[in-house]
Every structure is written in C-alpha cells, then in structure tokens.
C-alpha cells in the first residue's frame, strides 16, 4: 500500500469493511451480545439505547461495562430519572468511588456535562438519560465520545427510533416475562439481529 492510502486506514473513522467495525471495544459481559456487536460496547461512539420507559430492566445490560471500566477509570450517570441504589451497585463490582453522579437542571446543562465528561476522557463510559434530545445535541456527543474515546450510552425513548440518528449503535430495549429483548437496529459493519437477555451467559 502507499503511504497516503496506509493514512487513511489508519483514521478511526474508516471502517475497512469487514472484521471488527470497532477500532476498540469494552467487553459487554455477555458473549453473545458481544460477538453480535462485533466485540463488545464500541468506545469512541454514541450508543443509544432506546427504551419504553425507565427502569424496565436496560441497566443489567451495561452493569458488567460499568464494574469493568470503574477498576481503572471513572464513569458518570447523567440525569437518572431515579437515584441510583449504591448497594445494588456495589453489589454488580462497581466502584463506587469511581462513579459520579450528575443532576443537572435541564437538558441543556444535562447535555453540557455529559459532553465534558467524554470529551475530558476522565470517564471511560457515561450514561446519559434525555426525553428529548435533537440531532444537534446528539453529534455533540458522538463527537465528543470520539474525542475522549469514551463510550456514550444515551437512553431515548423507543418513539425516538423512526428519526435519524448520528450514532454509530442504536438498540431497542424491550422488557419480556423472563428478561429482556435485545434489537440492534444499527450497528456499523454488522448486521440486524434480536437477542434474549435472558439466553446471556455472563462472561
């Protein structure tokens, strides 16, 4: 290859086409999910999670990335609609010095914050909860997840799915008798699929 072609490639927001559609990843806790996202929860994107309302199960996906990345780094909460139960936390391996908990005013200051968290790169992943969020609050956090190489998790509601989007991964979270109903509805270089929570092994 020529020097101009190996610079390209080289970029992280050139995807070659095949292989693993992240340049790097954070295991998701579950193997399935994660051989379905092409190596676990991608780290430099915006991934939104979307949801019929809170508290219908979603953080059980993302509570082994949390226990993970608080061993080394720090993770933020962005205007939870409830206040986070520290031992249930504890009790998952978060380090719960190592979690911050933000509760802004609005959705703007809430937009404000998340941005400074990722972008800062002193948290390794964030959590972010917003009833309404435009395509201009939701490149700022793509962007600014790129920037601090840092994971976004911006919880939507599920009427949020017919717009477009900037993120690089989209699921639907829907809660079952027994679990959890997993649908990625993008996924860069990967295609569609449904998961069963509740056919998840633990990693």
Request: charged letters at 15%; proline letters at 8%.
């Amino acid at each position: 290859m020529n020097a101009a072609l190996d610079s390209v490639l080289a970029r992280t927001d050139v995807w070659r086409g095949s292989g693993n559609a992240w340049r790097e990843t954070l295991p998701t806790g579950f193997d399935p999910l994660d051989a379905c996202l092409g190596g676990g929860w991608p780290l430099g994107a915006l991934a939104e999670c979307l949801i019929a309302h809170p508290g219908g199960g979603e953080m059980s996906l993302f509570l082994p990335a949390l226990a993970r990345t608080t061993r080394h780094k720090g993770a933020a909460f962005v205007a939870p609609p409830y206040l986070p139960y520290a031992p249930a936390l504890a009790q998952a391996n978060i380090d719960l010095s190592r979690l911050l908990i933000l509760q802004p005013h609005d959705t703007a200051d809430g937009l404000w914050a998340a941005v400074r968290c990722l972008a800062s790169g002193a948290c390794r992943m964030a959590l972010i909860w917003a009833e309404r969020l435009g395509g201009r609050g939701l490149r700022r956090l793509q962007l600014a997840a790129e920037e601090g190489g840092t994971l976004a998790v911006l919880f939507h509601p599920l009427s949020a799915a017919n717009r477009p989007s900037p993120a690089t991964l989209r699921l639907a979270v829907r809660p079952a008798p027994s679990g959890l109903i997993i649908e990625i509805l993008k996924c860069r270089g990967r295609p569609a699929c449904t998961l069963s929570l509740q056919n998840l092994a633990l990693a």
